[in-house]
């Protein structure tokens, strides 16, 4: 019994250990959301925390979705502050926001995020175009022989695609349906190659149902490859394998530039200047969503704001730029940031 | 062997005719295990090698020798913390390499040290204010592209173009070597700072921390737990339905994925209970739930290999069951129990699904102080680390990952130490 | 904070209750010595202690729980009305503001008088409510043990009293597993009701194709979303089941060895070596199998003249069947080492030599625990995730073929809900659906095994 004993104190002392902290209101700004958004996010966070009297934010990843479902569901200490976003918010989630109570969100973009295709350094360098990403990816492609039909996707080869291309064969890592890089990679890549195909063209105006079944879906015949959103593996894997390409974030190609190459899309690299001029097809914006019923409340979420959208943070030389963020042309830094330092509202339909 | 027949070899004899095939056979049997053994362990080594081969790189840092200059204008008299470091920084880089004159070239020199070198200069000043205006040597953490290029991790000799260092930081950085100002040193930095963005700054003790608090919730709630249900199902229950509902029960919650877990832990303890998000209690408290079904099952195994021999003779001179089970039963089949608290604990040091759900898989900065706190665990700090661009970060992974396995070695240590204080053999 | 304190007050009255009712006991023996004592001394000084204590803990947990939300309650309820609070996000911020001030860190709302006053009121009321539960503490401490204490009798049934509550502990320990299989079920079940009015359940059941590719947004309409569970599951068994080929044997081999033959100082080392497999994380393991064995299985499999995905379901099953090894193993040579000497003894005597007595007598002793054993790798390796995701890749093939690439329940239930989709599309309500219905599979699974080892159960002595 002795041991019970024992056992009975420790756990008490555990306990008090435990009850001995207050339950302490929230004196840190919280931030939830996209995992694409968390490094910019957390570079600005840790400057600001360093830099300022107040404490660093606490920036957690959980999906543009995930982000946004806790951030709209109502206002109060014990939600986030903050939602990160790798694309826009949706109108179904702004009025679900709208309905819990969160009427007033300040939409913050803060620049763009290209999409590269990459193969390892010892492999040929690719030079696609827009159709060609389209029709190698694609699970239904235009039958050549009669106009206006579709065909299960036969190709095996890039030179099959497109004969300029080399004899390799099409192997593609890239990111599985639930990622907003994979939708970016859909949108303005696909699609644009689609569009490249007068009939589907004309399909756009007449069915746009057929028109996106075709252009947005992805082939599952083990082509390409759902390599899960973790990028270094895919950078790591592309080494091993030079026959594959890959398909991640810009800043991961930045890093790792003595290891893989981007391929060429229509005919322009992938290089911070082009994507940030908008010659590169294949880039999207970032966001993040700001609780305006929380300004002034929690402590420091206007000077946090200021931080992210100050030059030497977001500017074409601002230290985001050396993790990778391609920066908003100037004027458009400009708007964005009056209309963060008046705490303007989004205003959807 | 009465019936003699003549022809017949006798008993002894077929034995005997067999015994070489049966010793053979004994051989290789006992060869098979060794086997076994031996390539889980190999496996081990070489997952250790691989790992430390990869990481032990990280335990050392780059520096740089720089003459700053703490001059009084630079100062804010007010905010000590808001003085211009940056600037006597980049002063003296800028003295070191007068030659350099364009604004480009200027933002390259500058790269060459760490944003942290700034910080550093801060706290000194705010901790000896006596130094200001003297100028002094001063140590200070290098940028991390520089670092791994001291380590041999970038080749040097790509293309310009497709490197992060340019040639003129080769050039400078060939020069700083030389005057020996350019070191690599041990990594305290490491050991003692939370996360960070930049390799160079980020530190393991956040993390550590937030382990160990998680870990202190699940230990002291899971292991009395577990063992109570375990002693009810395996000595008081009576064979119902009821327990055979709970027996089940516990062996399919084993097979719950974790991150289920997570979604329990958010909508009871963060929605009903009304707890803090990213609270090692929280994580505690669902790591408890996950760990439950690990330390029930190995507890009631260990308690069904008592001999029923022991309780009968307890019984037998007159103790209650409830005796009988604490005062001689327990003790036999504690080093079991034991060995399966080890096992579930283990698991929940490495595991980071669930507590993504709570909210643990975040960027924290400041080191946690208590069990409210807003606070991640290694796994996740390791998940982060894998995910980042950076590639210093990568021998940082390793380095986060051995001193995870540290721990790991150091709980079975303390396991083995018990067990062998306690393990009987009948 | 005053809980920890009154916890230490409570301990250290209990613990002089329990000497107060022991001796209590001790001198009512009297003459009759001891043994005049229906139990033993130490339990009538426990059941003192746990009268003391319980009522005492129940008041402050509710104290914990409650005081807060009641202190506050009552201090907005004065100030709301001249703070013009309209709507319960307000007052919730409000509240925060409150918190703020009370904890010391009144940046901003110092301008509000009105929050001001609140949170010195609350402050105020804090401290009367502490001192009050301390003195009702006390109170209740010396009524109930003293009530107790005043009925120790020789006749008294303390030892079965204390048993009771002990009985009553273990009781709600054990129907712990239960509420939580409970709350899990109710956590999922809206989700997965809500998925199943957006695909229909048998599509769900039966259907052979997994393909999520459905819109993340509202205006991209027109891809194809498939939610056949089918494949998914498959692929779940096929990976389990290489991991379990390469665990069971390997595992099982290696716990006979460590504790038939094993010597004491190899099997002290050794053991909890192998335990550490359990406890790397499994994204070191995942790395491993993406990064060294897929492209050794590629390439041994190229050399063969067969075609090899670069993820493959064989990569991920081999590396996650180490892992799962230290379940096996751990417990099997628990149960091992506890079959009674006397078994094996009696196998020698009949002239069998070890191995034989390890196949015939030793193995069929242990193998309830060794089959749980088994049972808690395979939940292990149902339940993975990282390993999958990083070497098997997401694609819902379904196929046999080890060699293609395949994606289990766990891994498409996490990319599910941390994907940038919208938190209502049918993509993230499946993983509460993929969730539900694992729960009711390894239900299944488990009320067989139940059934299976209660009918090969023996019991040796």
Known sequence: MNTCRIAAWLVALAMSA??????????????????????????????????????????????????LKLFCSRVGADTPDIANSSRRIKQSEFDQCRNNGVTEIIEVKIGYDGIVLANAKNGQRLQLSRRDIFLALARDVPDPDREGQTMANPYTTWQQVNPDLPPQKIEVLGPPPTSGTRDALVELAMEGGCEEIPWIRALKEKDENRFKGICHTIREDGVFIEAGENDNLIVQKLDVNPQALGVF??????????????????????????????????????????????????PGIEEFLAEFTSERAWGEEGYLSDKGLIPMPEDERASVGMAVRNLTPLVLP | ????????????????????????????????????????????????????????????????????????????????????????????????????????????LFGLASPGAAFRLQQMVVADTSIIGSTRSVWLPADDDLDMLLKGHVDRLVPETERRLKDVQLAWIDDLTEQGRLRLKFNTTFFTAGDSREPELAGILGATMGSFYTLVVTLFLSFPIGVAAAIYLEEFASRNRWTDIIEVNINNLAAVPSIVFGLLGLAVFLNFFGLPRSAPVVGGLVLTLMTLPTIIIASRVSLQSVPPSIREAALGVGASKMQTVFHHVLPLALPGMLTGTIIGMARALGESAPLLMIGMVAFIVDVPKGFLEPATVLPVQIYLWADSPERAFVERTSAAIIVLLGFLIVMNAAAVFMRNRFERRW | ?????????????????????????????????????????????????????????????????????FLTSTVMEKIAPSLNLATPEEISLAENDLKNMVAGHGIMAAANPFLQQAAEDYLRLKAIGEKALFVVLLCLMTATSFFLWRRISPEMRARNHVELIIRAFLILCSTLAVFTTLGIVLSVLFESIRFFQLVPITDFLFGLKWSPQMAIRADQVGSSGSFGAVPVFAGTMLISFIAMLVAAPVGLMSAIYLAEYAGKKFRAVAKPLLEILAGVPTVVYGFFAALTVAPAIRSMGTGLGLSVSSESALAAGLVMGVMIIPFVLSISDDVINAVPQALRDGSYGLGATRSETIRLVVIPAALP?????????????????????????????????????????????????????????????????LGLLLFVVTLALNIVALYVVRKYREQYE
């Open chain 1, 249 to 298: 974030g810009f800043s991961f190609l930045d890093q790792n530039s003595d290891k893989v190459q981007g391929s060429l899309v229509d005919g322009k690299e992938p290089s911070f200047e082009a994507i940030a001029a908008g010659e590169y097809p294949v880039s999207r914006p970032l966001y993040f969503y700001v609780k305006k019923a929380h300004v002034g409340t929690i």
């Open chain 2, 1 to 108: 062997m009465s019936r003699n027949n003549v022809g017949a070899p006798s008993t002894m004899e077929i034995v005997h005719r067999n015994l070489g095939r049966r010793y053979r056979a004994e051989r290789r049997f006992r060869l098979i295990g060794l086997l076994a053994i031996v390539s889980s362990l190999l496996f081990l080594a070489l997952l250790f090698l691989s790992i430390v081969t990869k990481g032990a790189s990280a335990f050392r840092q780059s520096f740089l020798l720089l003459d700053i200059h703490f001059s009084e204008e630079a100062m804010n008299v007010d905010n000590l913390a808001a003085g211009d470091y940056n600037g006597m920084v980049k002063e003296a880089l800028r003295k070191m390499f007068p030659e350099v004159k364009s604004r480009s070239d200027k933002k390259l």
């Open chain 3, 1 to 69: 904070m005053i809980v920890p304190l009154l916890l230490v007050c409570i301990l250290v009255c209990s613990q002089l209750a329990y000497w107060l009712g022991a001796r209590r006991a001790s001198r009512k023996a009297g003459a009759g010595g001891l043994s005049s004592l229906h139990s033993r001394p130490q339990y009538y000084g426990m059941l003192t202690a746990l009268w003391c204590g319980l009522p005492a803990l129940l008041v402050v947990l509710v104290w914990f729980f409650f005081a807060e939300a």
């Open chain 1, 18 to 67: 435990f009850c001995a902290e207050a339950r302490a209101a929230r004196d840190y700004i919280s931030i939830v959301g996209s995992s694409t958004v968390y490094p910019f996010s957390t570079t600005v966070a840790e400057q600001f925390g360093k830099t300022s009297k107040f404490k660093t934010p606490k920036i957690e990843s959980t999906g543009s979705g995930g982000g």
């Open chain 3, 369 to 433: 625990g060794i089959v749980g054993g088994m049972l808690l790798a395979v939940s292990r390796a149902i339940g993975e995730t990282m390993i999958v995701v990083m070497a098997a890749g997401l694609s819902a093939n379904l196929t046999a073929n080890p060699l293609q690439a395949v994606t289990t329940v766990t891994v498409q239930i996490v990319t599910l809900l941390v994907g940038d989709q919208e938190f209502d599309s049918p993509k993230t309500l499946a993983a509460f659906a």
